[in-house]
């Protein structure tokens, strides 16, 4: 049985007209800027060029290492300082508009952002997915999707907008919050996570989103995380999925240089076009070529295959053997993806004993081909299933709720 919290009201959030909430505009977040975008702010609201190097690494390190969300916490900086601070920038989280944790301890956040400019507040869906020994924490990069792959839920959505690098790290932020990931405010100035060990290990870039039509805010985001001197992920640990922007493939191993991931799904043109639209830009021949280029490449530094298992559609062993053949030469694991179906979709799951010969092939011909174990599937955190149906769902409540209300006055 899963559980869900509701955080926030509906009633709240609808009666927050536009000018209201163009009255409420935030200030501007210090989070997820470069040291030289900080160093320029600070220099913005006055503070002496002589102090800006120190000032910068004082922040980084209450934001990054420490967790902190409110200045009055960066207790090594003058009163004076942190109140000049707080009147210009913030360094708040998102609201958390809805958890829900899934019978197996998947965790789905509904986080909202506030409004930018003319435009409204926006909510995405950020997963983290507790493993042995690992926590993964799946992150979103847009608001909708603009790919519509036709066997995606959140492809079904039209993109809304970029998620900013701040938004982009805010998720993670947010995230070991929650799952109490920053060290405590107590602890010793050089502990850097909890007596425990650190509960998000890894960062997979596979929420809602193509991670490389938002590159650079997502290469901005990356470099935080993987900052040695901030949150510390080693960029080993960091894996961006790609429905293949090819140009941008080429881009990510020269610039950012975290793992590669690419949602391939079929290994014919004609399937691929219609399974993922993109294809029809960046054919078969020009994304594999991309990838054996793909800086780095051994076999401790692969590129996983994402493969969705689709009934009598991509699963037959015609189809595994051109996938070895496809990918021959090619640091990769392969990663086989049962089908997480939703309403509306026309497609199946393959068969379990058909994803099993499909696995045994793959793997006798040298490829890790482990079969993902859904997760969250009762919460709708599994692939693919991110977000429009969490809305429905809460609409759906609300109206329930709003009839019970009624029907309550009619009895009084």
């Given at each position: 049985m899963s559980i869900s919290f509701d955080l926030t009201?509906?009633?709240a959030r609808d009666a927050l007209g536009a000018t209201a909430r163009a009255s409420l505009a935030p200030k501007p977040s210090l989070i997820g800027l470069t040291r030289a975008g900080m160093g320029e702010a600070l220099a913005g609201i006055g503070v002496p060029q002589r102090q800006i190097k120190m000032r910068v690494a004082q922040l980084w390190h209450w934001l990054y290492v420490r967790g902190v969300a409110d200045f009055a916490d960066m207790l090594n900086i003058s009163k004076d300082m942190r109140a000049l601070l707080e009147r210009h920038f913030s360094i708040g989280r998102p609201e958390i508009v809805d958890e829900q944790i899934s019978n197996d301890g998947t965790r789905k956040w509904l986080f909202r952002f506030p409004a930018r400019g003319a435009g409204r507040p926006v909510e995405i869906e950020t997963v983290y997915i507790p493993e042995e020994g690992r926590g993964t924490l799946c992150v979103s990069s847009q608001v909708g999707c603009t790919l519509t792959c036709s066997f995606c839920h959140t492809g079904t959505q039209?993109?809304?907008?970029?998620?900013?690098?701040?938004?982009i790290l805010a998720q993670l932020m947010a995230a070991?919050?929650?799952?109490?990931?920053?060290?405590?405010?107590?602890?010793?100035?050089?502990?850097?996570?909890?007596?425990?060990g650190r509960k998000v290990t890894n960062v997979v870039m596979m929420g809602m989103g193509e991670p490389l039509y938002n590159f650079e805010e997502v290469k901005k985001a990356l470099l935080i995380a993987s900052d040695g001197d901030g949150l510390s992920l080693s960029k080993r640990r960091i894996t961006l999925s790609t429905s293949g922007v090819v140009p941008e493939i080429y881009r990510t191993g020269e610039e950012i240089g975290v793992m590669l991931a690419i949602s391939l799904h079929a290994v014919r043109d004609d399937l691929r076009d219609m399974l993922v639209p993109i294809n029809k830009k960046y054919p078969l021949a020009e994304l594999i070529k991309a990838c054996r280029a793909y800086p780095g490449l051994s076999n401790a530094r692969r590129i996983t295959f994402e493969y969705v298992m689709l009934k009598d559609v991509n699963d037959s062993l015609d189809d595994a053997k051109e996938l070895v053949r496809l990918l021959r030469g090619i640091p990769a694991k392969i990663n086989l993806i049962p089908f997480n179906p939703w309403p509306g979709t026309n497609y199946q799951c393959s068969d379990w004993e058909q994803i099993e010969r499909f696995a045994d092939y793959v793997n006798n011909a040298g490829y890790a081909s482990p079969i993902r174990t859904p997760r969250g599937r009762d919460i709708l955190a599994a692939c693919g299933q991110l977000k429009s149906e969490s809305e429905r769902m809460r609409k759906t409540d609300r109206l329930a709720l709003e009839a019970m209300m009624i029907a309550g006055h009619g009895e009084e």
């Open positions: 009201t509906h009633a039209k993109l809304v907008r970029n998620l900013t690098a701040e938004e070991r919050d929650r799952l109490g990931d920053f060290p405590d405010k107590n602890t010793p100035d050089g502990a850097i996570v909890p007596a425990e």
